[in-house]
Structures are given as C-alpha cells and as structure tokens.
Nanobody, 124 residues
Framework: QVYLVESGGRLVEAGGSLRLSCVGS????????MAWFRQAPGNEREFVAG????????YYADSVKGRFTISRDNWKKLVTLEMNALKPADTALYFC?????????????????WGQGTQVTVSA
C-alpha cells in the first residue's frame, strides 16, 4: 500500500521555525523526486520546494528561498522541510508529494503520490 504521511504542522508566531516531516511507505521511495506543496484558503495549491532522488538537485519557490530547506533520508523514507523566519503568508496546508520524474517536480501530475497535508499557521 502506497501512502505519504506528513507531520509537524502547528501554530507558530511570525519569525519562528518549524520542521515538517513526511514518511513514505513503498519500496521504490528512493527513486522518486520529492516535493512540498502548500494551499492557503481560497488559493490554488502551489509548489514550495523539491529535490531529486538523492537530494543532489533542489528547487525552491522564490517566496521561500533562503528561508526553507528541503532534505531527504532514503533509508528512513523520510523527507523534511525546515522552515525559518516564518511569515503569516506561509500559513497553509502543506502537502508532501512524490513524483517519478524530476523534470515535473514543480507541477502536479497524474502519476504523483500525495499525503493528506499538515496545517501550518503563522500568527502575526
């Protein structure tokens, strides 16, 4: 059974930090590019950060560059998102994403796996 489970979201004050975690279940997890997306109320889901199967290539949305860091541990089938200097604009439901192709990691695709999301709320 394939699943992704996110954790770590909570209420935090502006300027604070959070670490989101995502654990995968399937045996070919390490071959997938992984990413985090987010969706704020009334907005479409947007790409936040992504990385290649071995973490050697990373991508970030302009809005989070320099503040967020994505990483992975394939032995643990784990992807983390370190978020620093959080802003109220970062408030959203954060989703973990697995994509079999790095080229499309910044987009939603029909072959992607998704978690259920973890809520991040940043107060002013």
């Amino acid at each position: 059974q394939v699943y992704l489970v996110e954790s770590g979201g909570r209420l935090v004050e502006a300027g604070g930090s959070l670490r989101l975690s995502c654990v995968g279940s399937w045996h070919t997890f390490s071959s997938y590019a992984m990413a985090w997306f987010r969706q704020a109320p009334g907005n479409e889901r947007e790409f936040v950060a992504g990385l290649s199967w071995n973490g050697g290539v990373t991508y970030y949305a302009d809005s989070v560059k320099g503040r967020f860091t994505i990483s992975r541990d394939n032995w643990k089938k784990l992807v983390t998102l370190e978020m620093n200097a959080l802003k109220p604009a970062d408030t959203a439901l954060y989703f973990c994403n697995a994509d079999p192709r790095l080229a499309s990691i910044q987009e939603e695709g029909p072959d992607d796996y998704w978690g259920q999301g973890t809520q991040v709320t940043v107060s002013a």
